[in-house]
Every structure is written in C-alpha cells, then in structure tokens.
C-alpha cells in the first residue's frame, strides 16, 4: 500500500473501453471486504489490485468480506490502525517471522531490508521479531514490473494481510518499473518501502487510511469487514506531512516515529 512515490501518487487517469472492467457485483464484493470500489483493478491473471498495492484473490475478498464486525471498529479521520487479523503470538517469549527477499535485485536492497528488520527488532519488547533468511521466508520479497494504478507508480505491491490463522502475509513485492526503480535509489528509499509493506503483512493499515493526506487530495480507504481497529494512544489529527511509516504515500523517510512505536507495542 506504499503504493505510489509522492511525485505521481495523484490518483487519476484517461478512461477507455477496459475488457477487465469489474461488474457490479465484483465491486460490491471489494466494498464489503472493506476496501475502495472505485479504486480496485481486475488483472490479467484474474486477481485484484486494491487501491494501488494490495493483489488479492476473490477468496480472499470473500473471506474478509464474511468477516464479522466488532465493537473495536470505528471510523475516524486519520490514526493509526489495524486489521481484526494480526499474527498469532505466544504467551510467554517470542514468535519468530522469517524474511527472504528473491534474486535479481541491486545489493543495497539486501542492505535495506536489513536495516527495516533491525529497526523493528530495535523496539527490543515486541512479541514478534524478525530473522532474515536466505530463501522461503515467511514472508518472501519478489520482484516484478507493476506498471501504475489510477496514473501513479507503484513501488510495492503486498500479498493482503494476517491470515485468520494468524499468520503473517505470505510476502509482497517490488517493482522492477523504470519510474520504481528511479525513487527507489537508495538504501533509505528502499529500507522505507520494505519496512511499510511488512507493517500491511502484519496487519497495519494505512495510518492516513480515511482520507490519504500523504498522497494529496482525493478518495480515502474505506474501512468495512477487513478492520480498521484504532490503536489508543496514537494521534487522531495527523496530516500529510506526518512522518508515519504508515503513510499511504512516500516521503523518504525509513523512520519509525514514536507514534508507530506506540502502535507497534500496543498490537505486539
């Protein structure tokens, strides 16, 4: 969902005739999983890209769209939020989530991911912590040409999120695209965009989810049967220029404030 570089995160574009153009009731499908109708494309392989980086099958949309509501749900403006399913830990010690990222890509991505895994691990009280791994991670890094949604470029692409069986999703992946790899130049840029697409693999949503100030004017996220659970003890004013790693859109930056602590503790 770190879906767009700033500079062409603008969610617009030239209408034509689309032979993968969704029905109604495909439409009416993504709304009640809990996510923006107006901003979902079919794609070739008979997936669904949501608002710009999440693919998802239909059964997973079914499977959130079947969710139950709970008295944790809200809408607001803009905080931090979860998903109803977050990964599973144990009562006492710590759950182990492996990360493998695939070939192919420059060595400062290596680098980057590194350093995304440690500032996590740098929080020193979670209930979960991460361990790089060479291959079949729990959540695994491809690399793939992503193109743009709704006229921006999409740098990250993840797989959804929590499983109800309380795993992590099974990874996401980075475009290969000339405009992704132009903002992705740096181990920063990529260490930001890693550690954003792991935080939706964990169950974070957007922390501007309602209205996308990151991005600019224009449509927000809905919050519907997925979850859009607010976490005490975050802010309930942010804006644009708010430097969560949970931004919807980019701004540089591979911090994680003092309110993404917060968020991170709360929910691990």
């Given at each position: 969902?770190l879906?767009v570089?700033?500079?062409?995160?603008?969610?617009?574009?030239?209408?034509?005739?689309d032979?993968?153009?969704l029905?109604?009731d495909?439409?009416?499908?993504?709304?009640?999983?809990?996510?923006?109708?107006?901003?979902?494309?079919?794609?070739?392989?008979?997936?669904y890209?949501?608002?710009?980086?999440?693919?998802l099958?239909r059964?997973?949309?079914e499977?959130?769209?079947?969710a139950?509501?709970?008295n944790?749900?809200?809408?607001?403006?803009?905080?931090?939020?979860?998903?109803f399913?977050?990964v599973?830990?144990?009562?006492?010690?710590?759950?182990t989530?492996?990360?493998?990222?695939g070939?192919?890509?420059p060595?400062?991505?290596?680098?980057?991911?590194?350093n995304a895994?440690a500032?996590?691990?740098?929080?020193?009280?979670?209930?979960?912590?991460?361990?790089?791994?060479?291959?079949?991670?729990?959540?695994h890094?491809?690399?793939?040409?992503?193109?743009?949604?709704g006229g921006?470029c999409?740098?990250?692409?993840?797989?959804?999120?929590?499983?109800?069986?309380g795993?992590?999703?099974s990874g996401?992946t980075?475009?290969?695209?000339?405009?992704?790899t132009?903002?992705l130049?740096?181990?920063?840029?990529?260490?930001?965009?890693?550690?954003h697409?792991?935080g939706?693999c964990?169950?974070?949503?957007?922390?501007?989810?309602?209205?996308?100030?990151?991005?600019?004017?224009g449509?927000?996220?809905?919050?519907?049967?997925i979850g859009?659970v607010?976490?005490?003890?975050?802010?309930?004013?942010?804006?644009?220029?708010?430097?969560?790693?949970?931004?919807?859109c980019t701004?540089?930056?591979?911090?994680?404030?003092?309110?993404?602590a917060?968020?991170?503790?709360?929910?691990?």
């Amino acid at each position: 969902m770190l879906a767009v570089a700033i500079v062409s995160c603008q969610k617009s574009t030239t209408k034509s005739a689309d032979p993968n153009a969704l029905s109604q009731d495909e439409k009416s499908l993504v709304a009640s999983a809990g996510f923006n109708s107006n901003w979902v494309e079919r794609r070739s392989d008979g997936n669904y890209l949501i608002e710009g980086d999440i693919l998802l099958t239909r059964t997973q949309l079914e499977e959130m769209a079947g969710a139950a509501p709970t008295n944790n749900f809200i809408v607001a403006d803009e905080e931090h939020y979860r998903t109803f399913n977050v990964v599973s830990t144990p009562v006492s010690g710590v759950r182990t989530i492996t990360v493998s990222l695939g070939s192919g890509f420059p060595a400062y991505y290596s680098t980057g991911l590194d350093n995304a895994l440690a500032r996590y691990n740098g929080l020193g009280d979670l209930k979960i912590v991460f361990q790089r791994v060479a291959s079949g991670g729990q959540i695994h890094i491809t690399g793939a040409n992503l193109g743009n949604s709704g006229g921006g470029c999409i740098l990250g692409q993840a797989s959804g999120f929590p499983t109800s069986s309380g795993n992590p999703s099974s990874g996401f992946t980075l475009s290969t695209s000339s405009c992704a790899t132009t903002y992705l130049n740096t181990t920063d840029k990529v260490d930001e965009v890693m550690a954003h697409e792991i935080g939706h693999c964990i169950g974070f949503r957007h922390t501007d989810y309602k209205r996308r100030n990151s991005c600019g004017p224009g449509a927000g996220e809905s919050a519907g049967s997925i979850g859009a659970v607010y976490i005490p003890g975050t802010p309930t004013n942010v804006n644009g220029s708010y430097n969560s790693w949970m931004m919807a859109c980019t701004n540089g930056s591979p911090i994680l404030n003092a309110d993404d602590a917060i968020a991170l503790r709360y929910v691990y």
